[in-house]
């Protein structure tokens, strides 16, 4: 079984910078799963969880929603079994909770993936 454990966040004020990171345990071949980086306002279901951005396997393919191109930085550090969301900029509409995933096949629908943190709260506020 998989575990995933998010950290990093907390509140921030609008432009600063804050990075997340997922350690993800219980799986041998953290290096054949692609991860992404998903979004939930509070009170919403798992399936309205929207897709910040994902990176495959090997890192060399990067997806991002459009409202953080230029702000946000997925990458993955494949030794360390741990992805990073690197956040810039940060914009009150940031606010949220950030949930780390596992996926076998990549994607960007919540569908794609079957391992999930707890996820990590970003308060955007000044």
């Known amino acids: 079984q998989v575990q995933v454990e998010e950290s990093g966040g907390g509140l921030v004020q609008p432009g600063d910078s804050v990075m997340l990171s997922c350690v993800v345990s219980?799986?041998?071949?953290?290096?054949?799963?692609?991860m992404g980086w998903f979004r939930q306002v509070p009170g919403k279901e798992r399936e309205e969880r929207e897709c910040?951005?994902?990176?495959?396997?090997?890192?060399?393919?990067?997806y991002y929603t459009d409202s953080v191109k230029g702000r946000f930085t997925i990458s993955r550090d494949n030794a360390k079994n741990t992805v990073y969301l690197q956040m810039n900029n940060l914009k009150p509409e940031d606010t949220d909770v950030y949930y780390c995933?596992?996926?076998?096949?990549?994607?960007?629908?919540?569908?794609?993936?079957?391992?999930w943190g707890r996820g990590n709260q970003v308060t955007v506020s000044s």
């Open positions: 910040v951005d994902s990176i495959n396997y090997s890192g060399d393919t990067t």
């Open positions: 995933g596992v996926s076998a096949c990549g994607g960007t629908t919540t569908d794609d993936y079957d391992g």
């Open positions: 219980g799986r041998r071949t953290f290096d054949k799963y692609a």
